[in-house]
Nanobody, 126 residues
Framework: QVQLVESGGGLVQPGGSLRLSCATG????????IGWFRQAPGKEREGVSC????????YYEDSVKGRFTISRDNAKNTVYLQMNSLKPEDTAVYYC???????????????????WGQGTQVTVSS
């Protein structure tokens, strides 16, 4: 049973940094992908970044390129989202999600993911 648990959210000033963690447990094999999504009040859930376990390839949504970095620690069964140079528009609930596919790239649409964490709030404000 795949279960995902996010942590690391909080309140940070503009320009600051946060590192989100997604504990995935030991059951994800090399054909899994993990995606990070966010949802602001009144807005649809949007894909931020994703990583393929098979080859480590990654994807970033344009608004976070150069600021966010997704990574994986196999020993800790954890996927991270390092967020730097945070902006007020990054404020949202952030979710990690998992799906097992054989695609050539990791999916970035929410409907493509099967398992979701509970979310962690990120607030960027002075």
């Amino acid at each position: 049973q795949v279960q995902l648990v996010e942590s690391g959210g909080g309140l940070v000033q503009p320009g600051g940094s946060l590192r989100l963690s997604c504990a995935t447990g030991p059951f994800l094999d090399v054909n899994y992908e993990i995606g990070w999504f966010r949802q602001a009040p009144g807005k649809e859930r949007e894909g931020v970044s994703c990583i393929k376990f098979s080859d480590g390839s990654t994807y970033y949504e344009d608004s976070v390129k150069g600021r966010f970095t997704i990574s994986r620690d196999n020993a800790k069964n954890t996927v991270y989202l390092q967020m730097n140079s945070l902006k007020p528009e990054d404020t949202a609930v952030y979710y990690c999600a998992a799906v097992r596919t054989l695609g050539s790239t990791c999916p970035i649409m929410a409907y493509e993911y099967a398992t979701w964490g509970q979310g962690t709030q990120v607030t960027v404000s002075s």
